[in-house]
């Protein structure tokens, strides 16, 4: 759009130079008024094109400004990624650290237990209720898997409370009372297991 | 004075000229900027979902840290307890080192500290807890 009026421009200064050098003063006053028309419309032009050239600069200032912004928030973010990137890293490894030494640990201790478990014939069990489950084998010669067992826990007293025996032990209750007394459970336990091998034999 | 209207058409000729080049280059630097705008909206999106990605990942580690947590506070002091638990009502200590099918240990008595050895593969199981269960105390 430019261009055409730069022609008409061309045209028009044409037009004015050839009526200015060639005819009379009428001619040349009209020739001037035609040419001061044209200023007129070139200065609107001028006048739009600025306006233009405005609108065009504050949004390009605008988007600058959104430029920067953007290329801040990226910044921003990549450090961010990248702090998180390494911390979780670190976790990474302190976990498969405590894993495995965790893992090494309870092994350990399962087979502390299974030998204890096996040899003695004895299993220990937490159940529900806070209670510690006796589970012995190897007491009935004619069935050794055959189990005997009872439950314990600690009461609102705090003392010694056996329970749910099976088979049934007449003397277990006088058990109780001499653990409560002496807290020697290693006795407990070993009188228990005698009392459950004599009832085999009866 | 045609001199002076003759200059001023020259004059808003150039500057309509001028103007149309500043038009020209303002249009490039939009494009220009535009573009970058775009890249930038692009990378900022791929970043986004990158956090996302990584919350994931924090929400699992945070899942791993409690089964760690859970087996330190929980598990493993659960474990420890029970095998305590045997080792003080039979005072016995195992030998873990010995040669397998073996019943290798010291048992810990009120005075004296007895070792143990016994064959497994020899003797049957009833007879190995008997023997060992007849090693515990049962004085009160």
Redo the contacts between chains.
Sequence with gaps: MVEDELALFDKSINEFWNKFKSTDTSCQMAGLRDTYKDSIKAFAEISRQNKLIQEKKDNLLKLIAEVKGKKQELEVLTANIQDLKEEYSRKKETISTANKANAERLKRLQKSADLYKDRLGLEIRKIYGEKLQFIFTNIDPKNPESPFMFSLHLNEARDYEVSDSAPHLEGLAEFQENVRKTNNFSAFLANVRKAFTATVYN | ??KE??Q???N??E???Q??V??QQ??A??QE??E??TR??A??LQ??R??EE?KE??AD?ER??KE?DE??TV??P???Y??Q????????E?D?ECEPGM?KGIHHGPSVAQPIHLDSTQL???F???Y??SL?????
């Design positions: 004075m045609e209207v003759a001023s058409l020259l808003a000729k500057q309509v000229h103007g149309g500043e038009l303002l249009e630097g939009l900027a535009g970058e705008d930038l909206k990378s900022l970043l986004t990158e956090l990584l990942i924090e580690l791993q840290e760690v087996d330190t598990t493993i659960s474990a420890v029970v095998a638990l045997y080792h003080q009502v039979s005072k016995i195992w873990y019943v049957s199981r009833k190995i807890s008997d060992l269960w515990v105390d049962t004085e009160w």
